[in-house]
């Protein structure tokens, strides 16, 4: 394969699959933001990825950046073919956890995401097991959590 084919492939790889998912899971009406996001995370390999940073510099709000988490945790279980919902909690007084993964057999596990290390405050009224997802155990945790779903 030439090096023009290999790079149309890629190209094609990208469009068809990883923007897809982008633009389908955040409702974005641009495929070129989603580029733009990538390209920006793509730059800052190696180092320290900065939300705010690629946020800022794309006019965005950090939240659209920091669905990383959830984004990556629904293609996990949908590779997985995992049977577990997955939803968000919240109390009327305003605490609230992040994620919240039930299997068929209402089993339940709460998942806090933290930019660092914190504490897990364990609010699900119902009886789950309980984790916290950060910048130093993401991609473990991501993997581990649908794990036997």
Known sequence: MKYIE???L???ILDAYVLKDIINIYQLKDGKFAKDILTKVALQLGSEVSVREIANSLGAYPSTV???IIAELEKMRKLAN???NMYFYREYGGKEVDI???DYKKNY???EIKVDKGRIKNIFPLPNTAEMVNTQNY???IAGVLKNK
Request: charged share 35%.
């Open 10 to 12: 890629l190209r094609h």
């Open 139 to 141: 991609f473990e945790k």
């Open 100 to 102: 919240v993964l039930e």
């Open 6 to 8: 290999q790079i149309d």
């Open 66 to 68: 920091e669905n990383f």
């Open 109 to 111: 596990n709460a998942i």
């Open 82 to 84: 995992a049977k577990v």
